[in-house]
């Protein structure tokens, strides 16, 4: 029997000397307690170490993902050609599949080669000399962290770290822009206060200021470029009835080099939103499909890293954001929080009021899903994304419209809730029964009068006694 064993520094093959040891698997390890019983066991028959890591992390992948490499080929053919009638003994069930179809080498794969491997790894400096102890667990070292690379699908384009700094750049940008803008209007202000409420547009009123400066040069500047025809207009006329106070040309210049500074930043800031649109796309292409770049950024670097965040359960990324909320109502005893920095997600603001807790809970359930298959996952495609998305919108369209579905009966059917409905029937008092004298009208008709009189004359005549 020839036995095969891997090293991640080299590989080298055991001929087993004592055959009838090792039918007795459960007491197989005594016979490797130590190097001097192992020696009696096995004995080296070939050895060949790799030239460099390269050469031995390309050999250590292809046996994880059950290949044959090529210097393992090479050294299969030279026991082919002297011992062909021999068995090879494999670790790897699939691995030694593949060797007997392409080398037609009999493989075997049991419990007992499970428990010889494990004995061999045991004793592997004493059956193989002249390797030193550090040398090979240098070694050792140096390939099990290519080989964990390997494993995690290492790739430049996967680092999230560069998601974690672009996102918390983005938030000072924008922290810094909104306090120079702010200090723009307020200094330009005092010179021409009217052009702030013409020109509502922070970026749009910087540039309106760089090119024109002092108020008395509107009336000869063409800002048509800037501003629209209407607005271009009003803006003239103002400048030439401004209550503003007037300024010497060293404050314009100074408040001319801020606008430059407020149109650098916002212009940076619209290229590292791109920049992180593409790396969002790159690195979890169904995240950003559910909740946006944005807010799938924060929640990245909320937690850490990608990997961590696809740790979290669902209920965890609901409430990435709110964890003061959270245990606040928890010392209280109040409500907790429904949800955290997913609540800026477009789909939790496109509900109403009421549907936004069960919106954000099913979307957090449906991200969760989509942050490990980003991270673990090794299609790039972003097709989960647009179909869990469709669900969640589905979902919200049938809360918007109180679409309860029957449980029973016709599943497409909407649930008949009028017959279920209490309806209370307000009954008005009626004051006309206190009344006990007749409903009858106290003045008459001057045609009811007339003929009632004309009856009473009648009478009389046929009631008239005779007087003669």
């Known amino acids: 029997l020839i036995r095969s064993a891997l090293n991640i520094n080299f590989f080298f093959l055991l001929q087993v000397l004592n055959e009838k040891k090792l039918q007795e698997v459960d007491s197989l390890w005594k016979e490797f307690e130590t190097p001097e019983k192992a020696n009696k066991i096995v004995k080296l028959k070939h050895f060949e170490?790799?030239?460099?890591?390269?050469?031995a992390l390309a050999a250590s992948t292809a046996l994880v993902e059950g290949k044959l490499s090529k210097n393992l080929k090479k050294i299969l053919k030279k026991i082919v050609a002297k011992d062909a009638h021999e068995q090879l003994a494999v670790a790897d069930a699939k691995l030694g599949g593949v060797i007997k179809d392409k080398l037609n080498l009999s493989c075997i794969h049991s419990p007992m080669v499970t428990e010889l491997m494990r004995g061999i790894r045991s004793q592997i400096e004493g059956l193989i000399t002249g390797l030193p102890s550090r040398e090979m667990a240098a070694m050792c070292l140096g390939l099990a962290h290519s080989l964990s690379r390997y494993k995690l699908k290492f790739s430049p384009d996967k680092v999230d770290t560069m998601i974690?700094?672009?996102?918390s750049l983005l938030d000072d940008l924008d922290k810094?822009?909104?306090?120079?803008?702010?200090?723009?209007?307020?200094?330009?202000?005092?010179?021409?206060?009217?052009?702030?409420?013409?020109?509502?547009?922070n970026l749009t009123y910087c540039k309106c200021v760089r090119k024109v400066g002092d108020r008395s040069n509107f009336a000869s500047s063409d800002v048509s470029d800037i501003l629209p025809e209407e607005i271009e207009e009003d803006v003239k006329a103002a400048a030439e009835i401004s209550?503003?106070?007037?300024?010497?040309?060293?404050?314009?210049?100074?408040?001319?080099?801020?606008?430059?500074?407020?149109?650098?930043?916002?212009?940076?800031?619209?290229?590292?939103?791109?920049?992180?649109?593409?790396?969002?796309?790159?690195?979890?292409?169904?995240?950003?499909?559910?909740?946006?770049?944005?807010?799938?950024?924060?929640?990245?670097?909320?937690?850490?890293?990608?990997?961590?965040?696809?740790?979290?359960?669902?209920?965890?990324?609901?409430?990435?954001?709110a964890e003061k909320a959270l245990f606040r109502a928890l010392k209280t005893k109040r409500d907790t929080p429904k949800f955290g920095l997913i609540y800026h997600a477009s789909l939790v603001g496109q509900t109403n009021i009421k549907n936004k807790g069960k919106i954000s809970r099913m979307l957090a359930a449906k991200t969760a899903l989509t942050i490990r298959y980003d991270a673990l996952g090794e299609n790039t495609s972003a097709e989960m994304g647009a179909e869990n998305r469709l669900k969640v919108e589905t979902r919200m369209r049938l809360l918007e419209e109180r679409g309860i579905r029957r449980i029973s009966g016709t599943g497409k059917a909407l649930a008949r809730t009028d017959k279920y409905q209490n309806k209370s029937e307000i009954k008005v008092f009626d004051p006309s029964g206190d009344s006990t004298l007749p409903a009858v009208s106290k003045k008459r008709?001057?045609?009811?009068?007339?003929?009632?009189?004309?009856?009473?004359?009648?009478?009389?005549?046929?009631f008239k006694p005779d007087m003669k």
């Open 164 to 167: 974690i700094q672009a996102i």
């Open 176 to 201: 810094e822009l909104n306090n120079y803008i702010m200090r723009c209007r307020e200094w330009y202000g005092w010179h021409f206060p009217e052009l702030g409420k013409i020109i509502t547009d």
């Open 243 to 321: 209550m503003g106070t007037e300024v010497s040309e060293e404050d314009i210049n100074n408040i001319i080099h801020l606008c430059d500074q407020v149109i650098e930043i916002s212009e940076y800031r619209t290229q590292l939103y791109d920049y992180l649109k593409n790396r969002m796309m790159a690195i979890a292409p169904n995240l950003t499909v559910m909740v946006g770049e944005l807010v799938g950024a924060r929640l990245i670097a909320h937690a850490g890293s990608l990997l961590n965040l696809a740790k979290h359960p669902a209920s965890t990324v609901q409430l990435l954001g």
């Open 445 to 462: 008709k001057i045609q009811e009068v007339e003929e009632q009189d004309t009856e009473v004359a009648v009478k009389a005549k046929k």
């Open 49 to 55: 170490k790799f030239q460099d890591t390269t050469e």
